[in-house]
């Protein structure tokens, strides 16, 4: 049983690799162009960045279906990454008036697989921008003491069943498949980083994930 599984997981990796392999030529194609006939455009150039880091997100997860430890740690500026991963969140506002605040007073080094952060990080937001009708604000805090704390809030509506949130299975969405905050807490994990839910109520919703700071 196992071994079928793994073959139709690498079946299924193999098929969606190639349809990344076209969107990742198309997007050098439109590059390419916009430098060939002069195109300066901040919006197209910003998608396009956007869209680029998504797909080696993707690899990155396709990986997973053919190795149970594919994990590639690297020194990373946290700062840095969580702006990065807000950029890529922002797609998922749509024609919501959300807006997205990030405060940090410094930042830090740490030791993560910089995708797979990335990934966490964009679920949970996104996950912020759904529980949103159609106006509220997100903030990211990064704070650092002798841990890295990030804190990410909403005020949109509160979390169902918080008990069970973090189990496989899980979900209060009607086409949601309950693995999205499951994945995102063991692969922190992995990462000897923790996300907890640490409050949710009408007012506010807050995430909060913590990891040490990297020191030679």
């Known amino acids: 049983m196992n071994n079928t599984i793994s073959e139709q997981s690498r079946c299924i990796a193999h098929e969606i690799r190639n349809h990344i392999s076209i969107c990742e030529l198309y997007t050098r194609i439109i590059k390419k162009n916009l430098e060939n006939e002069g195109i300066e455009n901040a919006s197209i150039n910003n998608a396009i960045k956007c869209i680029t ?8 997860s396709l990986l997973d279906l ?3 430890n594919n994990f590639s740690p690297e020194i990373c500026d946290i700062q840095a990454v969580l702006q990065e991963g807000i950029n890529l969140s922002t797609v998922y506002i749509g024609d919501k008036d959300i807006k997205i605040n990030f405060s940090a007073k410094e930042t830090a080094p740490v030791f993560i697989d910089e995708n797979k952060f990335l990934a966490c990080l ?5 996950n912020a921008i759904e529980a949103i009708n159609k ?10 003491t002798e841990q890295v704390s990030i804190k990410i809030s909403n005020n949109g509506e509160p979390v169902k069943n918080p008990e069970n949130i973090f189990k496989p299975g899980f979900t209060t969405k ?4 309950g693995l999205g905050l ?3 807490a063991q692969n922190l994990l992995a990462q000897n980083a923790e996300l907890k839910l640490t409050q949710s109520t009408p007012e506010i919703t807050e995430f909060e994930i913590t990891l ?3 020191k030679n």
């Open 182 to 184: 499951h994945i995102c």
């Open 122 to 126: 964009v679920n949970i937001i996104k």
């Open 135 to 144: 106006k509220g604000a997100i903030n990211v805090i990064l704070d650092i």
């Open 66 to 68: 053919k190795s149970l």
């Open 212 to 214: 040490p700071v990297y």
């Open 174 to 177: 009607q086409t949601g498949s």
């Open 53 to 60: 880091k998504s797909l080696k997100i993707m690899n990155n």
